[in-house]
């Protein structure tokens, strides 16, 4: 899979879920719901899958994961834009200020990107130790 093919599924994957979101059809992110947790699994699975079919470096692979895990915050970020529209919140989550908004929205994206990174290297590991044995 291709790095540009691995980051239009998870935007479309995000903005799917978003959208739901948005429509009311999902509850917030910080909810967990189990509609939230799906995407999130699907999402992880798909870099999973990403990596572990990569034959770039390492640190290739873990650096394209975390962008496609920052790809999918943002995504979720500028929906967040829309929810005074919609009246659904997209992070379900209220902050006192914009600042603080901010610093959390920077957070979200770091960890998320922290997050698919980690999973991406474990996968593109363990891909390699499989492909020894065979």
């Known amino acids: ?7 239009g599924i998870i935007a479309v994957l995000s903005i799917a879920e978003a959208l739901l979101i948005l429509a009311g ?3 917030p992110l910080s909810t967990y719901s189990p509609i939230n947790v799906v995407f999130s699994l ?20 873990a650096k394209k994961s975390g962008i496609a895990g920052a ?4 995504v979720f970020i500028l929906a967040s834009f829309l929810s005074k529209a919609t009246g659904h919140p997209v992070f379900g989550i209220s902050t006192g200020s914009d600042l603080t908004l901010w610093i959390l929205f920077l957070v979200n994206i770091l960890v998320n990107a922290a997050i698919f990174a980690v999973v991406g ?13 065979n």
């Open 1 to 7: 899979m291709e790095f540009k093919t691995l980051c």
């Open 121 to 133: 290297s474990v996968s593109h590991l363990l891909s390699g130790k499989m492909r020894k044995k």
């Open 25 to 27: 059809f999902a509850e």
């Open 71 to 74: 790809l999918s915050t943002i």
């Open 42 to 61: 699907l999402g992880l699975l798909i870099v999973f899958y990403f990596a572990w079919a990569s034959r770039e470096a390492l640190i290739e692979t």
